[in-house]
T-cell receptor
Framework: GAVVSQHPSRVICKSGTSVKIECRSLDFQATTMFWYRQFPKQSLMLMATSNEGSKATYEQGVEKDKFLINHASLTLSTLTVASAHPEDSSFYIC???????????????FGPGTRLTVL | AQKITQTQPGMFVQEKEAVTLDCTYDTSDPSYGLFWYKQPSSGEMIFLIYQGSYDQQNATEGRYSLNFQKARKSANLVISASQLGDSAMYFCAMRSLFEGNTPLVFGKGTRLSVIA
């Protein structure tokens, strides 16, 4: 099946550092990618929807100037956490949907996640 | 807007027994999809089963079956013959099929523990 990769899988950084997370669809083209955040023992919360070649759509309460999303190609979306602080520590998961879209169940794939720890 | 409710924060089941994880949903969309995902401690999201709102039959995938009751807006997951490896978080999710490229909306999850 299709594979979505994320890099890095784990990052520990100092407060004030900017962190970039990459999400790649390895064997399919993804016109749409979704970024989720998951705090410990909680559910996945949608942060933003990223469409190739256009600006991301952010969910209410998510600061677009802090969580910068770039979807430059059909296989790559990046999330940059600008000036990260300890409260940004979380598990970030991307999800990619195949360009064929449609209403089938098996066209959205999840990356393995990136665990961010800000000291 | 869609909403998923999972009322069981945690469940225990004896190995080899069946278990039902509850999920109710709310949506005004005429067409939608319902999903179940498993998340082990590693964090990866593993797709288990899908039910379309217009599917006449309940979905089944191996040991997983989805008890879909449209009038009650419920989509419970049934795991038969539980195995120790089934211990994980389970998330019910849905998305609109009425509009294009809508994201999955997740419930709060249920932590399943399988006891030997």
């Amino acid at each position: 099946g299709a594979v979505v990769s994320q890099h890095p899988s784990r990052v520990i950084c100092k407060s004030g550092t900017s962190v970039k997370i990459e999400c790649r669809s390895l064997d399919f083209q993804a016109t749409t990618m979704f970024w989720y955040r998951q705090f410990p023992k909680q559910s996945l919360m949608l942060m933003a929807t990223s469409n190739e070649g256009s600006k991301a759509t952010y969910e209410q309460g998510v600061e677009k100037d802090k969580f910068l999303i770039n979807h430059a190609s059909l296989t790559l979306s990046t999330l940059t956490v600008a000036s990260a602080h300890p409260e940004d520590s979380s598990f970030y998961i991307c999800s990619a949907r195949e360009a064929s879209g449609g209403d089938s169940s098996d066209t959205q794939y999840f990356g393995p996640g990136t665990r961010l720890t800000v000291l | 807007a869609q909403k998923i409710t999972q009322t069981q924060p945690g469940m225990f089941v004896q190995e080899k027994e069946a278990v039902t994880l509850d999920c109710t949903y709310d949506t005004s969309d005429p067409s939608y999809g319902l999903f179940w995902y498993k998340q082990p401690s590693s964090g990866e999201m593993i797709f288990l089963i899908y039910q379309g709102s217009y599917d006449q039959q309940n979905a089944t995938e191996g040991r997983y079956s989805l008890n879909f009751q449209k009038a009650r807006k419920s989509a419970n997951l049934v795991i038969s013959a539980s195995q120790l490896g089934d211990s994980a978080m389970y998330f019910c999710a849905m998305r609109s099929l009425f509009e294009g490229n809508t994201p999955l909306v997740f419930g709060k999850g249920t932590r399943l523990s399988v006891i030997a």
